[in-house]
């Protein structure tokens, strides 16, 4: 019986949780008010690649976005919304979740990337696949193991849905509802997820709360000595794509799935370090469930496979070497990229 009772708090505890994480049980509440909202580039941020003359920002573009991001009417079986895999809380990634988890219990290959600075982005999905910034929900509305739907299918539900046609028409002028208007009013939404408040940010703007110490001065030194050729300021990444030497070789081949590349084979975009204090696990497979793991692949676990990034063997050494007190003050440096303010505003957590 004790053993009962204790599977049974558990189970119970691990449902709560779950439950907790879960957007999609709490409803949608089709009648919250607009925000105010404008697109701004942060100051120490440079010029987004996302043209926003044809869609420009609007307060209810935006709320028609952030219903529709949160909404799993637009799954297959209605139960898997965006936010499912994409958690406000873990800067829009999917924490505890090595790979993202759709409908059916299907397990993908791929760790959920987090989302934010999406404006600044040309490229889209760990591979590139997806160029364009309204598009890119596409892959997870199609991917059988994702939500498993069509437009075709969420257009109609939609359309059946009374609560939509004066949410697009506050939004585009007519109650029309087409997969156009569906996209633009999720990017109006994803577009406006800028994460550029962090504590680093505060230090190289000079504001209030950006003081760094001693050991985040260290850590920054570090950074900027062995990690900014690839995680390149102020995005934290150079949206390139290489192998880090995760493996010999790899399963999943990566970019070469779009290029049809030999070369290609194995590499994975570079993530943005931005809030990496929230979004593990890491890596494309979400192999790594914290940065003390990631440290120890670059420190003394790089594989030498036939794509290796040429920064990772350099001088006859594989990785990049730290002793134990760099790894630590990395981390710390790391951990003042995490920007609460972004990932606690109001206005883009479910609306209930």
Excluded at 4 to 29: D, E, M, P, R, S
Excluded at 268 to 274: G, I, M
Excluded at 292 to 314: C, F, I, M, R, S
Aim: charged content about 20%; glycine content about 6%.
């Amino acid at each position: 019986m004790k053993v009962k009772g204790i599977v049974f708090l558990v189970l119970l505890g691990f449902i709560t949780i779950c439950t907790a994480f879960n957007y999609g049980f709490k409803g949608i509440n089709y009648g919250i008010a607009a925000d105010s909202v404008r697109f701004a580039v942060p100051a120490n941020f440079p010029k987004p690649v996302y043209d926003f003359k044809d869609n420009p920002v609007t307060s209810n573009g935006f709320k028609l976005g952030r219903i529709l991001f949160y909404d799993p009417i637009i799954s297959k079986d209605k139960s898997i919304s965006c936010a499912n895999c994409h958690q406000s809380f873990a800067a829009f990634a999917n924490l505890d979740h090595a790979v993202s988890h759709g409908v059916d219990e299907c397990l993908g290959t791929r760790n959920a990337p987090p989302l934010f600075n999406l404006a600044w982005q040309k490229e889209f999905m760990w591979d590139g696949g997806v160029h364009h910034i309204e598009v890119s929900p596409m892959n997870a509305m199609t991917n059988p193991c994702e939500m498993a739907t069509d437009l075709n299918t969420i257009v109609s539900r939609l359309q059946e849905t009374k609560a939509y046609a004066p949410l697009f028409k506050a939004a585009f002028g007519t109650t029309e509802i087409n997969s156009q208007r569906v996209f633009r009013a999720m990017a109006q939404f994803t577009s406006m997820l800028v994460s550029a408040g962090s504590k680093y940010d505060k230090y190289i703007r000079h504001e209030n709360g950006g003081a760094f110490s001693p050991e985040e001065t260290a850590g920054y030194a570090l950074f900027k000595q062995k990690c900014n050729t690839c995680h390149q300021e102020p995005l934290f990444t150079d949206l390139s794509y290489r192998s880090n030497g995760l493996d010999i070789q790899s399963e999943d081949i990566g970019r070469d799935s779009i290029t049809h590349l030999e070369a290609d084979r194995g590499k994975f975009r570079v993530p943005s370090l931005r809030n990496i204090e929230l979004t593990s696990p890491y890596m494309h497979d979400g192999r790594f469930e914290t940065l003390e793991q990631v440290l120890a692949h670059y420190n003394a676990g790089v594989k030498p496979g036939a794509n290796l990034d040429p920064a990772l063997h350099q001088n006859n050494v594989y990785g990049i070497r730290l002793t134990a007190i760099e790894q630590n003050q990395l981390i710390t440096f790391l951990k003042t990229l995490t920007d609460r303010d972004f990932v606690n505003d109001k206005r883009f957590q479910a609306p209930e």
